[in-house]
């Protein structure tokens, strides 16, 4: 039994964590919870019959817990994913693991010094769409892949604590770790520059909630990731390679191959393209399940598989977001 505790239950922590902590009994036992609310402590409490706790530190003495999930404000990651491995635990962190490069290696730091496990929480390596874009990619059906952008749009507002800066809050780190993340496992190539456009359109609070990040690989590809306030939807994908493109749109993958004809002679001014069409479908969720990931994660922390987010990636998208931010600021391309 892996003796686990949750910091942080709230919406996130009581749900795509303590769910299948409590599903995967014979891996999981909780054996402590932590949340400054007393309403989310004595919610705990009766579902797992465990001690709770509103000091972590205290917890982390008195428990000593074999592997600690930190679900909280984004600004308070990092220096409780330190607290808990020097208290001797494994660690997985939600995203976004860390709000800015220099705590993600202050974090990785800890790791080498304790020899326990630190696990950067990004389900969406694990998401539908990204597991068949990736199988319609491979097997050539779009040629060399050139540029993909990937799109969430929206005109919800936010009143929480994610609007404010202060806490880590604005879309970069929330959406960021999802929609940079994700189309950058379909590119073989570090990014070289990244360029940022953030801004606050609706929200309340400093944070901004309308991204758009461009990557440039240094093999050529250009990774477009944009969280959007616009009343339409976009295509949550576009993948354009030099024999054809995927469009991705709902539930549906679409394939647009270019069937090029042989060169012509120097006279000709065009040659005809044929486009055929296909159509794939996506099911399941495209953020991935945590259902699926925490039997994965049992398997890592008893040193039987290796986790499937590497630190040396988690440190090179913490790297972009930085970038993205910068960027933002300064008005021109960041080289990282």
Not at 202 to 212: A, F, S, T
Not at 274 to 282: D, F, L
């Amino acid at each position: 039994m892996i003796r686990t505790a949750i910091i942080g239950y709230g919406r996130n922590g009581s749900t795509m964590h303590a769910g299948p902590l409590e599903r995967y009994q014979n891996d999981f036992e909780v054996a402590a919870v932590c949340d400054i609310d007393p309403a989310a402590k004595e919610k705990a409490k009766a579902r797992f019959s465990c001690p709770v706790y509103d000091d972590y530190h205290k917890m982390l003495e008195e428990i000593r817990p074999d592997f600690t999930v930190i679900v909280t404000r984004s600004h308070q990651h990092a220096q409780m994913a330190i607290d808990s491995l020097m208290a001797g635990s494994d660690v997985l962190v939600t995203k976004p693991w860390a709000t800015n490069a220099r705590d993600a290696e202050r974090m990785i730091a800890a790791r080498q010094v304790t020899g326990k496990k630190l696990l950067p929480w990004l389900p969406a390596r694990f998401g539908t769409d990204l597991l068949k874009l990736r199988e319609i990619v491979e097997r050539g059906d779009i040629g060399r892949v050139f540029e993909i952008r990937r799109s969430v749009t929206t005109f919800g507002l936010r009143c929480d604590w994610q609007t404010e800066s202060r806490y880590g809050g604005g879309y970069l780190l929330n959406w960021g770790p999802h929609l940079i993340d994700q189309p950058l496992q379909l590119v073989k190539s570090p990014v070289t520059r990244v360029y940022g456009n953030l801004r606050q359109i609706v929200n309340p609070g400093d944070g901004e909630d309308n991204l758009r990040v461009i990557c440039h690989t240094g093999d050529g590809v250009t990774v477009v990731s944009e969280f959007l306030i616009a009343a339409g939807p976009y295509p949550a994908w576009v993948i354009q390679g030099d024999r054809g493109t995927i469009l991705v749109e709902g539930d549906t993958a679409r394939i647009f191959r270019a069937e090029l004809p042989e060169r012509v002679g120097a006279e000709e001014y065009r040659t005809n393209t044929v486009i055929t069409e296909s159509a794939e479908k996506i099911t399941g969720q495209i953020y991935g399940d945590e259902y699926e990931i925490y039997p994965h994660i049992a398997k890592v922390l008893r040193d039987e598989e290796a986790y499937f987010v590497p630190l040396e990636e988690a440190l090179r998208l913490s790297r972009i977001l930085d970038a993205a931010r910068l960027s933002s600021r300064l008005g021109q391309e960041v080289w990282l």
